[in-house]
């Protein structure tokens, strides 16, 4: 392998772990990883010149099929540009490295149907702020392999039982080693409340670097519960009647300090009741303003709306409250001895089958519309929204949201902001991929839709 274009970190990992293959991998619109590899001889060159790939890729639904979108047809390549920073091992694959990579026209300008790409406009759109953010996905574990209509699940304890950290301990304590020798800085876990459910929790981080982190974590996770005779699916709901896997996000604003480092939690005003300054108030106001179009990029598939429902604690009512989990926007209370720091909001309203990068990007220009239009979220709801009727929750402000994915899309394509950032391939591509997900699955019935989502996330 040649030095040339090879950073010393990267190039020495390769060495000294024996990686043979390294995987260039990018996520696409329905959050499925995917990505080409090459050998460790030819990392150098593919590193300046990156991989080609047709950009119809970017039009495929969730059964891999291409759909009849302007300019995404046979004819027309980009490039996968590998971001060195993001390599790591892959735990679970001996042998075999991965980079995430940012999706270039062939002249090496951003393409404009480019996830990751997309969230860097949000960032660059909050322009001197720093965005710090973080996920919390959870997961199902399951023994056996995945059948149509069936799971075997590899336990039925309580929520927080510790006869389910006993169960899966293993494993557990395997995956946390796993996150960690790759720079990822697990914080916590816990079995969740649905049989076979779990959750593992990484540290905040710089908004594209946590959806970096998302992107490994799941994938670490899948790979490493096959070696383990397992299987894990972060599918919204992986059969049903089961409760729902989230894929909460979280968001904070901090002001740069003079090395470029955050330095204030622009979110944080200890006088406040909620603990949340104006600027937080205003971002908050931005995601209900919007809500109704960003759960067709935050709750991405037909599986979805089968968990954002009330009850589930998935955030089905458009409002935000104070460690409410039925609003859609929570602000959590604070951690004692860090109050500033540990102030943020967080999004309910999202799950795995979001793109993370999308869904990020979408949650940050949403929120500083709110900013700069300085919109008043008004009263925080401060009960449980299940035991207030409907005229009630009209009086309060309480938004209805979307009850599929169809039609979370028809609001998107009716909020002209949310399509506006989105920009003009993207407003095209998107609604396409997601309408032809919800054709196929209606197609396909309800047994084939759960296994499908199962398998794939």
Not at 73 to 90: K, Q, T
Not at 139 to 155: I, N, S, W, Y
Not at 290 to 313: D, F
Not at 352 to 361: D, K, R, V
Request: proline residues 7%; aromatic residues 6%; hydrophobic residues 40%.
């Amino acid at each position: 392998m040649q030095n040339h274009h090879v950073p010393d970190g990267v190039r020495t990992s390769v060495e000294q772990d024996d990686i043979e293959l390294i995987r260039f991998l990018w996520v696409d619109h329905n959050s499925v990883t995917r990505g080409k590899a090459v050998t460790r001889d030819a990392l150098a060159s593919r590193m300046r010149s990156g991989v080609g790939l047709a950009r119809t890729r970017q039009a495929s639904s969730l059964l891999d099929l291409g759909q009849p979108v302007p300019g995404f047809d046979a004819v027309g390549e980009v490039r996968l540009v590998p971001d060195p920073d993001s390599f790591v091992r892959l735990p679970h694959a001996p042998g075999s490295a991965a980079m995430l990579c940012d999706l270039v026209t062939l002249d090496g300008e951003p393409w404009a149907a480019c996830p990751r790409t997309f969230l860097k406009e949000a960032l660059a759109a909050a322009a001197e702020y720093e965005v710090l953010a973080a996920f919390e996905p959870e997961f199902t574990l399951c023994a056996g392999k995945p059948e149509p209509g069936r799971l075997d699940l590899l336990d039925d304890s309580l929520c927080f039982d510790n006869e389910g950290f006993d169960a899966a301990d293993e494993y557990a304590v395997a995956l946390v080693r796993a996150l960690r020798a790759q720079g990822l800085e697990v914080e916590t876990y816990h079995p969740e409340f649905g049989s076979g459910q779990h959750e593992m929790t990484l540290r905040h981080a710089p908004a594209v670097r946590a959806a970096d982190n998302y992107v490994w974590q799941r994938a670490i996770t899948r790979g490493l519960a096959r070696k383990h005779g397992l299987w894990a699916t972060f599918a919204p709901v992986p059969h049903p009647g089961m409760r729902g896997n989230g894929n909460h996000a979280h968001l904070s604003l901090w002001r740069r300090g003079p090395a470029g480092e955050p330095s204030e939690n622009l979110f944080a005003d200890p006088s406040d009741e909620l603990g949340l300054s104006a600027m937080g108030r205003h971002f908050v106001g931005g995601l209900l303003e919007h809500l109704p179009a960003l759960v067709a990029l935050t709750n991405a598939s037909v599986n979805s709306y089968q968990r954002l429902r009330p009850g589930m604690w998935s955030g089905a009512f458009g409002a935000y409250g104070f460690d409410n989990r039925e609003a859609a926007v929570r602000i959590p209370s604070r951690l004692r001895g860090s109050e500033s720091a540990s102030t943020n909001i967080e999004v309910k309203t999202c799950d795995s089958t979001a793109n993370p990068y999308l869904a990020l990007g979408a949650l940050i220009h949403a929120g500083m519309d709110g900013v700069r239009r300085r919109l008043d979220p008004g009263e925080p709801l401060t009960e449980d929204p299940n035991g207030l009727s409907d005229r009630e929750l009209r009086r309060r402000g309480v938004r209805p949201l979307p009850r599929s994915l169809e039609e979370a899309v028809d609001a998107l394509e009716r909020d002209e902001f949310m399509m506006s950032v989105l920009g003009p391939e993207r407003r095209a591509l998107y609604p396409a991929v997601k309408r032809a997900d919800v054709r196929d699955m209606k197609e396909m019935g309800a047994v084939a839709d759960f296994h499908t989502h199962a398998i794939r996330f």
